[in-house]
């Protein structure tokens, strides 16, 4: 669609074409309803239409076993950094927390207001560029559950493996590759994620919970934040964030014709790898994450030199490419290239990186 740009942002990121265009047509009128969806009764048939297809696309998509609820819910990835030990740490008061960027750090220290938290491993010496070994991980067997974040978004790593936790239930944080990888759900006991990297606009988090982890709420937790009172109303206590699941189908519509989750995975991949193989042969650029930790979701690199990493930002705008800018806590540049970046785009990119690094 003439004007629109390649644009790498880390979120909230780029929507799949088709996506934007079948809401596009039905703005003003969806499915002959007369309305918008922005304009529903959230208690409408219409709406809960909608919201049905879209919890069974997903459901489908990502593999939900029996014995699980997916939850749409409001306040953020950031939300469940609350929510998780709220509900959870009811248990044995303790929980484990592998720190391996921002958002886990964060996650972390507000766990601390409501037990006694354990650090389990940490990729703080190294400033974040590696993900801890199975070996390394201090696990807690009184540990209420054992959380970490599988996509490092600032710091460009990511998880290759699921922890072992033995009988302790993982929570894990896929707010930036959720729908990229093939997940086996059972694994875990609460998988979260805030939509605007992989799945819709800013305002909803999708949590795929076990059910039997919630009820056991610490008795001061605010009756929004408490997963029993969302799974027994399905998610409409209160009015649900009905554009951004309405949103959320479309775009599964559109990842079901990609081959779904396992053909997705596929094309990321290939993506990141033609990305990381231009900066790792390239005299300017390197990329600081050691190779088995590398994200295929956000790849980082830089010069090395702050002065040409802006030159590079700058002339990347004017070649037709938006925020690759590097996050403040990191510098350099980072390219987030989530499921709805279309392959032309990263080939186009490692033609323009490969191009100044010969012109400079
Ligand atoms: C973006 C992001 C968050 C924060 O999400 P909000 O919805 O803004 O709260 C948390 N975790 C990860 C991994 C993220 O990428």
């Known amino acids: ?147 970490y974040c599988a996509n490092n978004t600032i710091y460009g790593t990511e998880w290759s493996y699921v922890p072992d936790t033995g009988d302790v239930p993982i929570v894990c944080d896929m707010s930036s590759d959720i729908l990229s990888r093939q997940v086996d759900v059972s694994k875990y006991g609460i998988i979260f994620a805030g939509a605007q990297k992989n799945m819709a606009p800013a305002g909803l988090t999708v949590v795929i919970i076990k ?11 605010p009756l929004m934040m408490n997963y029993k009172t969302m799974i027994d109303k399905d998610s409409m206590y209160n009015t649900p964030p009905c554009w951004c699941i309405y949103m959320l189908g479309l775009v599964l519509d559109w990842l079901d014709e990609q081959g779904g989750v396992p053909g997705m995975e596929k094309i990321k991949h290939a993506k990141a790898q033609m990305l990381y193989d231009v900066i790792d042969a390239s005299r300017l650029f390197t990329c600081a994450v050691e190779k088995g930790s590398r994200s295929d979701m956000n790849v980082t690199f830089r010069t090395g030199d702050e002065e040409l990493d802006a030159k590079f930002v700058k002339e990347s705008v004017a070649a037709g490419f938006t925020n690759l800018k590097g996050h403040r806590a990191v510098g350099g540049m980072r390219a987030s290239i989530y499921n709805a970046m279309p392959t032309e785009g990263v080939e186009k990119l490692c033609d323009f990186i490969r191009k100044f690094d010969k012109e400079n």
């Open 1 to 147: 669609m003439a004007g629109r740009v390649y644009n790498f942002s880390a979120g909230p990121s780029m929507l799949p074409l088709s996506a934007l265009e079948r809401a596009g047509a039905e703005i003003t009128n969806f499915q002959g309803s007369g309305m918008s969806v922005m304009e529903m009764s959230h208690r409408s048939k219409v709406f809960q239409q909608i919201f049905d297809d879209t919890q069974a696309k997903f459901r489908r998509l990502m593999n939900v076993p029996e014995g699980y609820k997916v939850l749409f819910l409001q306040t953020g990835a950031s939300g469940q950094f609350s929510m998780v030990p709220l509900n959870l740490i009811g248990k044995t008061g303790k929980a484990d927390y592998a720190v391996t960027g921002n958002f886990s750090n964060i996650a972390y220290k507000e766990a601390k207001k409501y037990g006694e938290i354990h650090l389990a491993a940490s990729s703080e010496d190294k400033n974040h560029t590696y993900i801890p070994a199975q070996d390394q991980l201090k696990l807690d067997p009184e540990a209420s559950y054992f959380y």
């Open 211 to 221: 059910e039997n982890l919630a009820g056991h709420e610490l008795p001061f937790t």
